[in-house]
């Protein structure tokens, strides 16, 4: 199966050295986002800003729009609740410091997956300044919707598959999202694949499963339960990745040009903020409650 991809490669960003902050407050000094890798150098921010922003500035799909506003959010190194603070104090402002149409762009690309931070209301600053809207802002703001939204568990109750497909202006994308439920019900992979591709990522589900001795059963989901389950497993994961250090995010894609795990997840939690909120509270970390 072809799966999603952002159609072309990036040199790899220069890696730095990186303090871990503490994820509940800290806004890091140095992070793996275009601001803090340019440092004081506002020369070598614009040409970072520059490449990224002529990136969104040629691209028509708003989904190749998404990904490359997840990657930035993903190369900010903060977890948890510090995120948006992060950006709102960080890569934003200095994305906004210039008035080009590459700023606008990156500002509504992070806006799109992140619409808490500060993004949205700097982009809206540089347009009532007169910078042209990219291409892609009309197609963007068509509203996303839920298509299928299932859940794979197995007899063992140790792993389970989230697969989510959502439409936008007839075009669908979907994820697929495996869990380990021996691992505090962490999210262990994401998948992202092209609507069209459904067929083969169900295959893909049920082949991975077989190699391992397991056969899913599928069921649908009622949206909320689903973002309840995603969110489990996303915001396991993320425990886990900055237990020890800061995760290696990269540029935010693969050697393929295929959204990493940070990006992909990313953008999932933007897709998970279309579905209705949960009524039962967040599962505490864990619980290992299973697939339920
Ligand atoms: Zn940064
Ligand atoms: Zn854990």
């Known amino acids: 199966m072809s799966p999603v991809s952002r159609g072309r490669k990036k040199a790899k960003s220069s890696r730095i050295i990186r303090r871990v902050p503490d994820p509940a407050t800290a806004v890091p000094d140095v992070c793996d986002c275009p601001a803090c890798r340019a440092g004081s150098d506002p020369e070598a921010l ?8 002529a990136d969104l500035l040629a691209v028509e799909d708003p989904l190749t729009v998404e990904m490359l ?7 900010v190194d903060v977890g948890g609740e510090g995120l948006v603070e992060a950006l709102s104090e960080g890569l934003i402002p200095a994305v906004a410091a210039t008035s080009t149409p590459e700023s606008l762009a990156v500002l509504l690309a992070i806006a799109a997956v992140e619409n808490r931070a500060t993004a949205g209301a700097e982009a809206q600053r540089l347009r009532e300044a007169g910078v042209p809207d990219p291409g892609w802002v009309e197609a ?9 939204l299932r859940l794979y568990r197995e007899p063992t109750g140790e792993s389970a ?13 979907g994820f697929v999202i495996g869990i380990s439920h021996l691992d505090c019900d962490a999210a262990t992979d994401i998948l992202m694949f092209p609507g069209e591709s459904l067929e083969q990522a169900e295959q893909l589900v049920v082949e991975d499963g077989q190699r391992s001795g397991i056969t899913f059963t599928a ?28 995760p290696d995010t990269g540029d935010g894609f693969d050697e393929n040009g295929q959204p990493d795990y940070y990006t992909s997840a990313v953008l999932l939690r933007a897709r998970l903020r279309v579905l209705p909120e949960p009524t039962r509270p967040p599962a505490p970390h864990g619980s290992s409650a299973g697939p339920a």
């Open 140 to 148: 963007l703001s068509d509203p996303v919707k839920p298509e299928i």
């Open 46 to 53: 614009a040409a970072d800003l520059a490449v990224t922003g």
């Open 69 to 75: 506003g997840s990657s930035l959010v993903a190369s």
């Open 219 to 246: 069921e649908d989901m009622e949206p909320a339960d689903f973002r309840w389950q995603a969110d489990r497993a996303l915001t396991a994961r993320a425990v886990h990745d900055w237990e020890d250090s800061v």
């Open 161 to 173: 598959v989230l697969l989510g497909t959502f439409a936008r202006a007839g075009q669908s994308h």
